[in-house]
């Protein structure tokens, strides 16, 4: 794929590719394969967390492709309570990263879930430091309400650039939505394919047949129409790779989008924190 038709959205100094490979539950010589596939055949972004043990894999797959650091966009992420009441840790937990991924710099680091336990007042300026010392070129933070939005904006002095969260077309999120887009953060759509209910759901084959496209690529195709969004699909199996990709040149008109747009529930959400919830905006 040309790297022409690859899209950016741009948010702080960042220039991040509208769409990316999800690692999440990519494991072993699958993970190091597809990684590697994806950066060969054009993905210029992939997304990994500590908490997915697959770091060490990501970065054998980013190794194995042969495609330069500077050809792509690589996010990982921090869980704080790894951190518990020392967020002098992060320097450590970032350095780490850059040595499992193989890595010199981070092109977004996130903080992946917010955590009362570890308050933003320190982890947000550590975070900072980070930018600034060069280990990350970006910051972000993922699973963040409004309320704690506002709370790390105070405490950063670099731009907060994404906000990684779950977003696909049974979920609502307009409230934070509208907020990030008056706040220059970009809404990073986490479970994209709705961990694959999209599959099913009549509305969207319709239009995927309409398309002649896929349900998976009309639901990322939808995720992208808004300039102030980012998807990073999930797949372990190559054959996924190149379709999700090609997300990037299906157009939808106002009305199959209006149609996408009336699927969201208030009872939409697939993944929650195992013993933390936020109090989610909508
Ligand atoms: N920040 C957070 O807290 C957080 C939470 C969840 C996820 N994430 C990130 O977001 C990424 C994506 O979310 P997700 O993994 O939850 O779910 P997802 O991307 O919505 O769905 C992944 C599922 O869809 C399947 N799939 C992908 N492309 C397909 C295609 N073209 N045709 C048929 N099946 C397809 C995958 O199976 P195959 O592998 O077999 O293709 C997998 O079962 C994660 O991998 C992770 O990087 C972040």
Request: glycine share 6%; hydrophobic share 40%; aromatic share 8%.
């Amino acid at each position: 794929m040309s790297t022409k038709t690859y899209n950016m959205r741009s948010a702080g100094q960042a220039q991040i590719p509208v769409l990316g490979l999800g690692t999440w539950q990519s494991t072993g010589a699958d993970c190091v394969e597809v990684v590697s596939k994806a950066l060969q055949m054009g993905y210029e972004h992939i997304d990994t967390a500590q908490a997915y043990g697959n770091e060490k894999e990501v970065g054998q797959g980013i190794k194995q492709s042969g495609v330069g650091r500077d050809k792509f966009f690589l996010t990982t992420k921090i869980f704080p309570d790894d951190l518990k009441f020392q967020p002098e840790k992060l320097l450590a937990a970032a350095k780490s990263s850059l040595e499992n991924l193989d890595t010199d710099y981070l092109d977004l680091l996130l903080l992946h879930w917010p955590d009362d336990r570890v308050p933003l007042s320190e982890t947000i300026p550590m975070l900072c430091e980070l930018q600034k010392q060069g280990l990350t070129r970006n910051i972000g933070v993922s699973n963040f309400n409004i309320a704690h939005l506002l709370e790390a904006q105070k405490y950063a002095d670099v731009p907060i650039v994404v906000n990684q969260v779950e977003f696909h077309p049974f979920i609502k999120q307009h409230t934070l939505q509208t907020f990030l887009a008056n706040h220059h953060i970009l809404l990073e759509a986490y479970s994209p394919l709705a961990r694959g209910d999209v599959f099913d759901n009549e509305v969207i084959k319709s239009i995927a047949d309409t398309h002649n496209v896929t349900p998976a690529q009309i639901s990322l195709a939808w995720i992208l129409s808004d300039k102030h969004r980012v998807a990073i699909p999930k797949t372990a199996n190559p054959e996924h790779l190149q379709g999700n990709l090609d997300a990037i040149k299906v157009q939808l008109s106002a009305d199959e989008l209006q149609q996408i747009d009336s699927l969201a529930r208030s009872d939409g959400r697939k993944i929650e924190h195992p013993d933390y919830t936020p109090e989610w905006d909508d």
